[in-house]
């Protein structure tokens, strides 16, 4: 059995919290977890599959207010976990006793239960992971990822970004098309929350990017209200950086 840590109030091991953190840079997003992993009769509606290791809960709520996350950041979320590595999957109430959540399961890792083995399997069979048998509805082009792999390819994700790498991304962006912006879109709002320096401002950035999209604004006018959250806070950090040298 590897390492069990506790992070984030709950129990997982170092590669699922590798993977969580790989997760997050994709998205830009910070995930709040409610289940973790090694919690064997823990929550009943989760039939086993948190009794080892590599199985995480991911809330879809506003932890402030309450309120579910918009379709966008919801299906964000479970992209930026498959991408990585995981079994990943949206519950929802209709599905079983439990409140709105992405349940994921971290694939290759040697301490999963028979249970989230299991999930697995169904994932790569193209189902929901359910004892309904339903069909998968989330995108399948990363089924075969690994965090091995993920990781290989993405040697430098840890670093922050430099502010000529935003913009390039800002130059990149006016080119995509809407599926390819919203991809550089996470790239640079999580540029700028690596210079935010409370949780607040960067809940809040995300907030705005999200409720501007929710109205119908285009991608750019989410990006200038998540930007206009971070500018003032940038332009302090700026200057503390100035006086000291």
């Not at 709950?10 to 409610?34: D, K, P, S």
């Not at 290759?108 to 339903?134: E, F, H, I, W």
């Not at 907030?207 to 302090?236: C, H, K």
Request: glycine fraction near 10%; proline fraction near 4%; charge should be positive.
């Amino acid at each position: 059995m590897q390492t069990i840590l506790n992070y984030r109030g709950v129990r997982l091991n170092q590669r699922t919290i590798n993977m969580i953190e790989g997760a997050e840079f994709v998205c830009g997003l910070t995930f709040r977890l409610t289940q973790g992993s090694y919690n064997p009769g823990g929550v009943q509606g989760s039939a086993g599959t948190h009794d080892g290791g590599g199985a995480v809960d991911i809330a879809l709520k506003d932890a402030r207010t309450g309120a579910l996350f918009p379709k966008v950041r919801r299906e964000r979320i479970r992209s930026a976990t498959r991408q990585v590595g995981f079994a990943s999957w949206i519950r929802d109430p209709t599905q079983g006793d439990w409140p709105w959540h992405l349940h994921a399961i971290a694939m290759g890792d040697p301490d999963l239960s028979s249970a989230a083995r299991n999930q697995v399997t169904d994932y790569k069979n193209g189902r929901n992971g359910l004892a309904s048998n339903g069909p998968d509805d989330g995108p399948r082009k990363w089924v075969n990822m690994t965090w091995e792999k993920w990781e290989k390819a993405h040697p430098g994700w840890r670093e922050p970004f430099t502010a000529a790498q935003y913009e390039n991304l800002m130059k990149e962006m006016k080119t995509q098309d809407m599926a390819n912006r919203q991809e550089i879109r996470g790239q640079a709002l999580w540029m700028l929350r690596y210079n935010a320096q409370t949780v607040d401002e960067r809940a809040h950035a995300r907030r705005a990017f999200d409720d501007a999209i929710a109205a119908g604004q285009s991608l750019e006018q989410a990006l200038a209200a998540a930007t206009a959250v971070m500018s003032p806070l940038n332009a302090a950090l700026a200057e503390a950086a100035k006086k000291n040298g």
